[in-house]
């Protein structure tokens, strides 16, 4: 696709309930990113892969957050045993390597909620 | 510590009057600085980056080392301007972007 695809748009899980959120980057891009942007704050950054590797995963807050990119592309981001502090947008972004000096591509967002 | 501070949650300007969206840094190296903005109902987007020395849509932003400040000014507001705005660090190295809280700017008719 022309963009970064993230999916579902809003979930809304039970506390205690495992979500996981998908990302699908520009094709070819190396780089994936993962933020999370609680109510009227910027975004912060929780881990980065380039290719299949999780080079920098020291934004995760807690073990119960865990992120994958298997293949080098399609990134899955995982929360087990949500608590209500994890409600907020989850962002992805992806970008080529370097050439694009801080110019990611953002997806639209995974509104998370949990009640 | 990288930090950035938007000082300002809300700006609200009449159109064709000049705006400035300050942002302050906090970083002990030289930073890579950045402004993204988001429409109402878009996605984030990179408006323009320290490097580029670029003018997009009438914004440009200057890099005070001396004040370590990045502010983002236009002469003349239009309409269209209204939207979030994220000023944004980069340290030199890491792949990470550190945001600000952001800036709401409505431009009044």
């Known amino acids: 696709g022309a963009g970064v695809s993230q999916s579902p748009r809003y979930k809304v899980a039970k506390r205690g309930q495992d979500v996981a959120l998908r990302c699908d980057p520009i094709?070819?891009?190396?780089?994936l990113f993962w933020y999370q942007q609680a109510l009227g704050q910027g975004p912060e950054f929780l881990t980065y892969f380039q290719n299949e590797a999780q080079l920098d995963k020291s934004g995760l807050p807690s073990d119960r957050f865990f992120a994958e990119r298997p293949e080098g592309s399609v990134s899955t981001l995982k929360i087990q045993r949500t608590q209500q502090e994890d409600s907020a947008v989850y962002l992805c972004a992806s970008s080529t390597y370097r050439e694009d000096l801080g110019g990611y591509t953002f997806g639209s967002g995974t509104r998370l909620t949990v009640v | 510590a990288q930090r950035v501070t938007q000082p300002e949650k809300l700006l609200s300007v009449f159109k064709g009057a000049p705006v400035e969206l300050k942002c302050n840094y906090s970083?002990?190296?030289?930073?890579?600085l950045f402004w993204y903005v988001q429409y109402s109902r878009q996605r984030l987007q990179l408006l323009l980056r320290h490097i580029s020395r670029e003018s997009i849509k009438g914004f440009t932003a200057d890099l005070n080392k001396g004040e370590t400040s990045f502010h983002l000014k236009k002469p003349f507001a239009q309409e269209e301007d209204s939207a979030m705005y994220y000023c944004a660090l980069e340290g030199w190295g890491a792949q990470k972007l550190v945001f600000g809280q952001g800036t709401r700017l409505t431009i009044n008719p």
């Open positions: 970083y002990s190296g030289s930073p890579e």
């Open positions: 094709s070819g891009h190396v780089s």
